[in-house]
């Protein structure tokens, strides 16, 4: 299992590219976390129409909706406080059952490095497409012009995805 962020998702989402998760992780399961889920329905309610696909996605239970444990409920307060919920939730559910978390957010991933949970964020992904030969370069290149035109995401260091 792999759990993705609100902002992993509504990337994809706003390119039409929600495959590409799939692509990647075709032996994982792909799921969220409940707060994960309500923000997505909050996006579509201020009229983000594109996340109706991640929405049909979790009712096809092709995107798994997950349910918080004791163990993690109780982590959320110790965690920092600048995260939203959607990112407590996440965050406790990968500490606890060891697994991938997939977020964009860097105080996020700085925590994430801090107490050794594994994480990969949208670089981490798109250069994963090309190495892994879900996708070529050149497809990558048109997805990252697509994230960058509809995302308003600019890449810093384009080039360290495409670094052999």
Not at 31 to 51: D, S, T
Not at 128 to 156: G, H, P
């Amino acid at each position: 299992m792999i759990i993705v962020d609100n902002n992993i998702l509504s990337t994809f989402a706003k390119i039409g590219r929600l495959d590409v998760l799939f692509r990647l992780f075709p032996q994982r399961q792909i799921a969220i976390v409940p707060a994960v889920y309500n923000e997505l329905r909050f996006g579509i309610r201020k009229g983000h129409v594109q996340l109706e696909d991640v929405m049909e996605m979790v009712e096809k239970k092709s995107i798994r909706l997950i349910t918080l444990t004791e163990a993690e409920i109780f982590l959320k307060p110790t965690l920092p406080v600048s995260f939203d919920e959607g990112e407590l939730e996440s965050v406790a559910a990968c500490k606890f059952r060891k697994i991938t978390l997939l977020t964009n957010e860097r105080s996020v991933k700085n925590w994430c490095v801090k107490e050794d949970i594994k994480y990969a964020d949208l670089p981490d992904l798109l250069r994963a497409c090309w190495r892994s030969e879900v996708m070529y370069k050149k497809e990558v290149k048109t997805l990252i012009e697509e994230i960058e035109e509809k995302d308003n995401i600019t890449f810093k260091s384009k080039e360290e995805i495409f670094k052999d």
